[in-house]
């Protein structure tokens, strides 16, 4: 089914669909055979070669989703970011990394370019000019995150895209926080989207995938590249992130709306020291990102006051889950220097804005008024400890 002129939801639930032909189900049959015919085919299909029925289903909606022409579906969100780096980098180029970004892909980049002879800057904030100032004559990607995690930093997606266009440089966006729903960075000029699937995609808590779309010519490349990596994903998970994503506009929005929320909320407390969240008018990227999204998002980040011990604040709530990872429809929070940026020197983290004190949040799609009053009786309790002790 093509996309064009489809609503998103519709996008959500029909692109991409396997039809049952013998039964007549309303949802996509599950193939799960590792093995096919070879002989008199079409397709010799593999799992490692992402072309099963159901990857080759799932990798249409996604690429539909994103207004690019093709994807792939990966094993995690890292072997959706590694893949993607390695196929456009070799020996003796240089990449330009935005200085906010997940702590996996800060990871990856500076526990393992160098042993592949790869060159890499990180910006010294998030401008299109401080991207601009690292660029090398032997650049050829420039890697941003918008909104970045934990901070929630905004990028000028077009101006990164035009500033790469003009110096005949690759650009590659870590979308994750923002989802497909909320922002299409192609259509910026963009020309390689990633994506953590773990994360809004699934959306359930129970997926770990990795997404790469762009255009024809550039998946051929990275498909090149993932099938000796390896990265594939298994077709039973394959099956339950298309399910997943069907729902994935509705939740999203949901999600959308409960952060702006709880943003707000967070922002008036005599409790909390600051709110990062660009929907919130004091954000410095606030029109930024009402040019670029077409919702803020279901992540903020805020830190409460010096006095509150986050870490007891933590075991204090009853509602409020404090789990690893992000964007279930359970509302989630965590210490990123515990957790996501843990593989960052603590230097690092303090030259990113990253401080202990730093919570991240994850809205779900619960009652707000639920989530307030969870987060009121947690930091009551803390209180009342410190004035005990």
Not at 65 to 85: D, N, P, Q, V, W
Not at 121 to 135: A, H, L, M, N, P
Not at 279 to 305: R, V, Y
Not at 322 to 336: D, H, K, N, Q, R
């Amino acid at each position: 089914m093509k996309n064009d002129k489809k609503g998103l939801n519709t996008i959500c639930t029909h692109v991409g669909e396997l039809e049952d032909k013998e039964f007549k189900g309303a949802v996509s049959p599950l193939y799960m055979s590792t093995s096919y015919q070879f002989e008199d085919v079409d397709i010799k299909r593999y799992p490692r070669y992402y072309n099963t029925p159901n990857q080759e289903a799932l990798c249409k909606k996604l690429a539909a989703l994103e207004h690019t022409e093709a994807a792939l579906i990966f094993g995690s969100g890292m072997a959706a970011i590694s893949t993607a780096l390695m196929t456009f980098l070799q020996a003796g180029d240089h990449v330009v990394l935005q200085q906010t970004i997940y702590g996996g892909t800060y990871h990856f980049a500076v526990s393992q370019f160098e042993r592949f002879g790869i060159e890499y800057s990180f910006t010294t904030g998030w401008e299109v000019e401080d991207f601009e100032k690292e660029i090398k004559p032997n650049t050829k990607v420039l890697y941003l995150e918008t909104p970045s995690n934990p901070l929630l930093t905004i990028t000028d997606v077009k101006g990164v895209a035009d500033l790469a266009k003009q110096k005949g440089i690759l650009t590659m966006i870590d979308n994750t926080f923002a989802s497909p729903i909320n922002q299409n960075p192609v259509d910026f000029g963009i020309d390689v989207v990633v994506h953590s699937a773990t994360k809004y995609m699934g959306g359930h808590s129970d997926i770990c995938a990795g997404v790469v779309a762009a255009s024809q010519e550039h998946m051929d490349k990275l498909w090149q590249t993932g099938i000796c990596f390896g990265g594939s994903l298994s077709d039973y998970t394959v099956w339950l992130l298309e399910r997943s994503l069907k729902t994935m506009a509705i939740r999203v929005k949901a999600q959308n709306e409960n952060a702006m929320q709880m943003a707000t909320y967070l922002s008036q407390s005599k409790d909390v020291d600051h709110v990062y969240y660009p929907g919130l008018k004091d954000h410095p990227g606030h029109e930024l990102a009402k040019s670029q999204m077409k919702g803020f998002g279901g992540m903020l980040s805020f830190e409460l006051n010096p006095e509150i011990d986050a870490s007891q604040f933590f075991k204090e709530l009853k509602l409020i889950k404090p789990s690893m990872s992000l964007a279930g429809i359970e509302s989630t929070v965590l210490s990123p220097t515990q957790t996501s940026h843990a593989l960052m020197s603590a230097e690092d983290r303090a030259k990113q804005g990253i401080k202990d004190s730093l919570i991240r949040f994850s809205l779900g799609i619960e009652e707000t008024e639920d989530l307030i009053a969870d987060i009121e009786q947690a930091i009551a309790k803390v209180k009342s400890m410190s004035v005990t002790a």
